[in-house]
């Protein structure tokens, strides 16, 4: 319940933008240069408001000639981080299939982009978070790495903590070298950060245990039911008094 009122109203979301995102200035197209630079405050404060980011996108649908595909791609990536709620799609469902836009002073990056984004949304979905390291990593994603999410603080954090919520829910015990594999550290700084989630790490096993939570423990729950069938009881009893 806190992580959907957080996702519904972030603590960070000002009066000005609330009254943007909630009433009817949402499809005034004056507003978008607001909306793009909260969209831009949240890149640099590591914060993050998917419905504000999804007002962005509505106006881009309703006023194409507003459409920029910088922020498009920078409202793709802090989704990503947002896994596994369903941000990414959303935005996803949001953007019309258009032609690229010539009006550009540049070539448009968003149809050579979108199917990389893609990629890496389901390689997270999956919870394949070796291969997306490696993709991220590769130079078919250098131009992402250099011209997007160089400037978004905290990416490869934020990222980090979607594959910690699927260790913690998986795991009780996992070895540092696949773990190291999961976020893309090891050494001291996979220590480090197996330190900043209370995990505990064993140097001469190699081992990390993470605390039982209700995901990562297997209860056996033996479930009983009393069911009353008082025609069925009317039936046997009139059977009963014929014989």
Request: some cysteine.
């Amino acid at each position: 319940m806190a992580a959907t009122a957080a996702w519904l109203s972030p603590p960070s979301r000002t009066e000005l933008i609330e009254n943007l995102v909630s009433g009817v200035d949402r499809y005034n197209p004056s507003n978008v240069g607001i909306l793009e630079d909260y969209l831009y405050h949240q890149i640099r404060s590591e914060e993050y408001d998917c419905l504000a980011n999804l007002a962005i996108l509505k106006l881009y649908q309703f006023n194409p000639d507003l459409f920029n595909p910088d922020v498009v791609i920078n409202i793709l990536l802090k989704a990503l981080t947002a896994e596994p709620f369903p941000d990414f799609n959303l935005c996803i469902s949001l953007l019309d299939d258009r032609p690229p836009n010539s009006t550009l002073e540049e070539p448009d990056p968003l149809p050579t982009l979108l199917p990389l984004l893609m990629n890496l949304y389901n390689l997270l979905h999956q919870c394949r978070f070796s291969a997306f390291w490696t993709l991220y990593r590769s130079d078919e994603l250098e131009v992402i790495r250099e011209n997007y999410t160089v400037e978004c603080a905290g990416f490869e954090d934020a990222i980090r903590e979607v594959a910690a919520r699927s260790v913690r829910a998986t795991f009780t015990r996992i070895s540092s070298e696949r773990l190291g594999t999961y976020v893309d550290l090891s050494g001291p700084e996979l220590e480090a950060w197996i330190a900043k989630q209370r995990w505990s790490f064993d140097s001469s096993t190699g081992v990390v245990s993470i605390p039982p939570n209700p995901d990562n423990q297997i209860e056996s729950v033996v479930i009983q039911e009393h069911i009353k069938l008082p025609q069925l009881s009317k039936v046997i009893s009139h059977s009963v008094q014929v014989k």
